[in-house]
């Protein structure tokens, strides 16, 4: 059974930085997976942030290039997303998800508030 669990949110002014994580068990495929980040604020959609894929492919929403860094450990079965510069708008709660062979995976969450 695959599980994903993010943690690292909090809650952090304007300006600051935090590092999510996104550990992953039950999942033997993990180096071979594609793992994103997605947002969701309050009363919006959930929103691609970020992906990293098994052969090393990395981009970004527009809203966060250049503040946010995506980074995974394969031997840790885990994913990252370093934010730097943070806004208020970029307050919502984070999500982690892996995608392989048309299966797809979702964490339960990690609320990042950001008070300007």
């Known amino acids: 059974q695959v599980q994903l669990v993010e943690s690292g949110g909090g809650l952090v002014q304007a300006g600051g930085s935090l590092r999510l994580s996104c550990a992953a068990s039950?999942?033997?495929?993990?180096?071979?997976?594609?793992m994103a980040w997605y947002r969701q604020a309050p009363e919006k959609q959930r929103e691609y942030v970020a992906v990293?894929?098994?052969?090393?492919?990395?981009s970004y929403a527009d809203s966060v290039k250049g503040r946010f860094t995506v980074s995974r450990d394969n031997a840790k079965n885990s994913v990252f997303l370093q934010m730097n510069s943070l806004k208020p708008e970029d307050t919502a709660v984070y999500y982690c998800?892996?995608?392989?062979?048309?299966?797809?995976?979702w964490g339960k969450g990690t609320l990042v508030t950001v008070s300007s």
């Open positions: 998800r892996a995608l392989r062979d048309g299966s797809g995976y």
């Open positions: 039950g999942m033997s495929f993990f180096s071979g997976a594609t």
């Open positions: 990293a894929t098994s052969g090393g492919t990395i």
